[in-house]
């Protein structure tokens, strides 16, 4: 099988959100498309991704380095011997030439090719990635992963109750866990935020936090012993993501659960959080983002590390409401996957079409992740499938 | 003083050069350029700037965010107050909406800019950089710096005769210092090349040998036990940058002073090798890399924190034979600056027209950085100054 063409464009997310760390109005993602010489029912294959959020698009990097790399090497360098691409020996390819450390941007343009060889390997073998994933990683698997619906981002006028009007959606479309934002506003205002919606919850359900990684060591400490009451899910990401001693710190003093990882983006960074964070393995949440930590053939990697230093596949709830990370989920046997409440987001829409039951979504039994059966993203891909 | 355009292109460096890591055949850097309304001698001042080595130009970094936050700010957002450009507070603007960790390839299109700036700030007061940055930082500075020669590559014919020649070359030159490569062959072979050089030096010159991160912790002791007899100056990255766990190993084991930092783009990185690195603050080097670490604001935090974990400046020798970083070893106080033994290569006549006499090189005199006095860097840079 050979590549005939690898197509990227640059997408603007358009989001007018804040969270307390960055603003999002001028953020962008790509879109990525691997045509290949193969065919089936009569149609060219193409294996697609998009971007995850928050790292802005990678078009540059995939023009100047990463792209020419793969659309340059012989078939035979990255066939699977049966046909097919090996996304690890492609991995291979694309990273040649490349130093070591130093894993921001280019983990990112790494991963998206990285996605869109494992869309079209799903596709060639007839199966949706969540599938093909478990058969790779001899994990069980039925399609169903258990979900948070993230948000809570903060409004200008009439923040508790639109927040509340937010969750008690979610909860009426099948959601059991949530996420909203911290440290936007005074403690006092976020403690307010979450006891109404703590008062929605009903039995089994949970709620968690997030702080993008602007508090110190004080602030931690007082949102922790104030939200302590709330029995929450977890604290994600209170400190700075590089910050290893004062995580251990934090999780010395927090008998909240902690979650953090978004913004560490390789095995090496993963490894140094494990090995220098002090966070608890039977109760903190790892939340590397498998798309912008040069994808699947890395966080395999990952998740063997995590085998060596005694951590569960399931305390992995990848960062990003990505239907690509949700397939992860579901096909490597990790916790929990996130999806958007704001559906009406580009980003969102990715996950907008899954039905979810009593905290668990079904995934999608299509060839591949299913990208095309996101409307937006049906225009999206328009032009890059010409 | 208003910024008027920010001008930049990507440079081939064309070096078939090879380290035990990467090949260099496809390398390329960015040049840079800053257009104000600010006159000097009836000429527009322009601030210019050239990337470092080994990660590639940040065209479309530059390009996608970090140009296009500047060059549509303000002119008062940037303002020092006195008719020039704080390049902290440019800083703060280039890196606006950039979320935390994840240094890599920005934080070169970063401290690209961030070089400009300075280079145009000392072109504006009049004086070279390293004669600012003396009086930012509080430093003594008289405009010589010490410094090392390095290369030492591998030859496919006549390895170490030519290897010994460029040493006798570079002794003749003025340098007492000298580094070269190991790892892109045998141990054997390694200790006869280091041997040979060993028996060129003559009193008060040494060596340095470098591994480019590629070795493991087995590989990095045979290494350091066949190379003690020679008293080296420092082992340089022998283990994976982010592996900290086994630099505090090999830190523990090894007599021979150990080097490592150039592949740590930030602050958070380079803090986080001292704390859990274990290496030894009265013999080891720091080598971070001034321009590709978010530049000289940056790199002004990290100096910040030297001295909190009560390491001298003295122990840094920013990485890359590059007359910015030169300026910056001259100015800040730092230890020792690199340049390249080979001339000839592009990135090498960033620092041919420095005359060296006893292991120190004469800072040029005029204003400013002084890219412009570099002959083929009056090529590369022509276009952009119109």
């Known amino acids: 099988m050979r590549i005939l063409a690898i197509r990227e464009k640059t997408v603007a997310l358009g989001s007018a959100s804040r969270n307390s760390s960055i603003g999002f ?20 294959v193409v294996g697609l991704a998009f971007d995850s959020i928050g790292r802005y698009g990678h078009g540059g990097l995939l023009r100047e380095r990463f792209i020419p790399r793969l659309a340059e090497a012989s078939s035979e360098s990255y066939s699977d011997g049966s046909g097919g691409i090996d996304p690890h020996k492609a991995w291979a390819l694309v990273m040649a030439d490349e130093k070591p450390g130093g894993h921001g941007e280019r983990c990112g343009a790494v991963g998206l090719i990285d996605a869109a060889l494992w869309d079209l390997k799903a596709k060639l073998a007839g199966v949706p990635l969540w599938k093909l ?77 997030d702080g993008n990684g602007t508090f110190d060591r004080e602030k931690t400490l007082r949102y922790v012993e ?60 790892l939340q590397f983002d498998i798309s912008l930590s040069y994808g699947l053939v890395e966080y ?70 299913g990208l095309e059966t996101c409307p937006p993203f049906q225009m999206i891909f328009e032009n890059l499938l010409q």
């Open 25 to 44: 109005g001028g953020m962008t993602a790509s879109a990525l498309a691997i045509h290949t010489d193969a065919v089936r029912d009569g149609r060219p």
């Open 133 to 209: 994933l478990a058969e790779v990683s001899g994990q069980a698997a039925d399609g169903h992963v258990p979900v948070y619906a993230s948000g809570g981002h903060y409004r200008d006028v009439d923040d508790i109750k639109l927040l509340c009007a937010d969750i008690s959606r979610a909860v009426d479309e099948g959601h059991r866990r949530f996420k909203i934002k911290i440290g936007g506003v005074a403690l006092a205002e976020d403690v307010a935020r979450v006891a109404a919606i703590h008062a929605l919850l009903g039995p089994g359900m949970s709620l968690a936090v």
């Open 226 to 285: 104030a939200l302590a009451p709330f029995a929450l899910a977890w604290i994600e990401e209170p400190v700075h993501p590089l910050d290893y001693d004062l995580h251990r710190e934090i999780a010395a003093a927090s008998p909240l659960p902690l979650a953090t990882g978004e913004n560490l983006f390789s095995r090496d960074d993963a490894r140094n959080l494990l090995r220098h964070g002090g966070l608890r393995p039977e109760r903190d949440m």
């Open 300 to 369: 395999l990697r990952i998740l063997d590390d995590l085998e060596t230093h005694r951590w569960s596949r399931q305390r992995c709830a990848p960062h990003a409401g990505h239907l690509f990370a949700a397939h992860g989920v579901g096909g490597l046997g990790l916790g929990l996957a996130e999806v958007a409440m704001d559906q009406a987001s580009l980003f969102g829409s990715l996950t907008a079409h899954l039905v979810v039951r009593d905290g668990k979504a079904v995934l999608p039994d299509r060839p591949g992740v």
